[in-house]
């Protein structure tokens, strides 16, 4: 016990590292994968094919070996980067394909008379997706987003695995040296749950919000 | 090439794959003028008023508002669509009111109006918002400005629609079927507000099966038939006109028979 206390600042700057890759990973896929959602929903063939093949493929790799294939690869392609970097590259580019998906979903669940709607008032393009859209997309968007959140802080688990000392890599650190393996395991599966329960609870809670827009 | 019509379709051609829905159709419309057109179903009269507001492009023909080509502009001989900026600007000047009303359904009535002429007209927020109360009241919907489309009535929503339409102040108003999703007893009171409409001298180009409304509604009534015009007549000639024209009698013949 006075082990694992001798040990919290340690374990609190793991959990920082945990907090920093799945925020980046979060930021970035959110950003790229609304761009590539939109594109394959509205955009011209071949950008839709392109991201279509961009999706299937990243999707059909298990994320361990994809962290593995930029950790490994890209260096032999001259592009050197931090295990750090490569790790949360390659979240990124898992987390991306599963946020084109959800985009995908969501906007197809919308009508198609709200862009003909839309149109026939004269907005443009942009609009439309700001005004009208994204706006009634959102609500669907949502659930499945914020659980892919939470499965994104249990994903940085792996970074471990190329010596990122994030909140996994500190525990098990510091079993390293106490051999008290269980305490500080139980520790670990509580903080990643004390997260993500918070992280679902805000999704029931936003639902909510949202759920005035009728069918 | 000048023309006095402020609508004007010339040997507009449409397929969609192999099926040519429209084929050569004519058709023009002057600034007031409320011309209706009727005709079976899968005759086409959806796809020529999407066509007239740029949601379905065309393949032959042209289509002019204001001696301006809807949706290609021509460059030398080569005809090229127009861009994005130039597309909407066109389609703020044609008014659709849908079958489906396509309102939005996360923004208020008065939202619903304002949003076009916040973002096409560019009006400050308060004058969006006196236009859109002065064409919800002028639809009967002034109480309503703050409703939520789920929680109007069908006839109430279809209102919304027009007003939606008309506070952009488009050169012309299409209107497709826009009574043919509605319970018979709200039919009424969304004829009324075209009627006034008409009565202001707002230029209408409308697809209806109310052949009583259309006769009683507009100045010329086209009947469509196979992508064609089949023909074209002053709503008192209607019926002279089925004499002659076998297609366009059995079509009338059906709403006879029906409209008692
Ligand atoms: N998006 C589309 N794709 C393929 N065929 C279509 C499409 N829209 C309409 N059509 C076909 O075009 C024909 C004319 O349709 P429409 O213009 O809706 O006729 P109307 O409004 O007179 O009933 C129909 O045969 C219809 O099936
Ligand atoms: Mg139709």
């Known amino acids: 016990m006075e082990q694992i206390l001798y040990a919290i600042p340690f374990l609190g700057h793991g959990l920082y590292i945990t907090l920093l890759v799945s925020a980046i990973v979060v930021a970035l896929s959110l950003f790229l994968g609304v761009l590539f959602g939109v594109g394959l929903v509205y955009g011209p063939w071949p950008v839709a094919l392109m991201v279509r093949i961009f999706s299937d493929c990243i999707r059909g790799i298990p994320i361990l070996v994809l962290i593995f294939v930029v950790y490994y690869g890209f260096p032999q392609l001259g592009l050197n980067m931090s295990s750090f970097w490569a790790a949360v590259l390659a979240l990124t580019l898992f987390k991306t394909a599963q946020v084109i998906e959800y985009v995908r979903g969501a906007i197809g669940s919308i009508p198609r008379g709200q862009m003909e709607g839309a149109m026939s008032i004269g907005l443009v393009f942009s609009d439309r997706l700001r005004f009208v859209i994204f706006p009634q997309a959102v609500r669907r968007f949502l659930p499945p987003w914020i659980n892919g959140v939470t499965d994104a802080i249990k994903g940085s688990a792996l970074v471990s695995l190329l010596g990122v000392v994030d909140l996994m890599q500190a525990i098990n650190q510091v079993i390293g040296r106490t051999y008290e393996p269980m305490p500080l395991y139980l520790l670990g599966a509580f903080i990643y749950f004390a997260i993500n329960y918070s992280l679902s609870s805000l999704s029931r809670m936003l639902e909510r919000r949202y759920s005035y827009i009728r069918d | ?260």
């Open chain 2, 1 to 260: 090439m000048a023309s006095e019509h402020l609508l004007d379709i010339r040997q507009l051609a449409k397929s969609f794959g192999k099926h040519q829905v429209l084929k050569a159709v004519d058709l023009h419309v002057s600034k007031g003028e409320v011309v209706t057109v009727i005709g079976p179903s899968g005759s086409g009269k959806t796809t020529l008023l999407r066509c007239v507001n740029f949601l379905e492009t065309y393949d032959g023909g042209s289509i002019r508002i204001d001696g301006t080509e809807v949706g290609y502009r021509n460059d030398g001989p080569q005809r090229r669509r127009r861009g994005e900026v130039d597309l909407a600007r066109m389609r703020a000047e044609t008014g659709m009111v849908f079958q489906s009303f396509n309102l939005f359904p996360h923004l208020t009535a008065a939202e619903n109006v304002m949003l076009g002429l916040r973002r096409v007209r560019k009006k400050p927020k308060r004058e969006a918002r006196e236009i859109a109360l002065h064409w919800l009241g002028r639809v009967g919907l002034g109480h309503k400005a703050d409703s939520l489309p789920g929680e109007l009535s069908g006839g109430q929503q279809q209102r919304v629609g027009i007003a939606r339409a008309v506070a952009m102040e488009p050169k012309i108003l299409l209107l497709d079927e826009i009574t043919s999703a509605l319970d018979p007893e709200l039919v009424g009171e969304v004829l009324d507000v075209v009627r006034q409409l008409a009565g202001d001298g707002m230029t209408m180009l409308m697809v209806t099966h109310e052949i009583a409304f259309a006769r009683d509604a507009s100045h010329r009534i086209v009947f469509m038939a196979d992508g064609m015009v089949s023909a074209v007549v002053p709503p008192d000639q209607l019926q002279a006109a089925a004499a002659e024209n076998d297609r366009l009698r059995s079509f009338l013949s059906r709403f006879s028979a029906t409209a008692h």
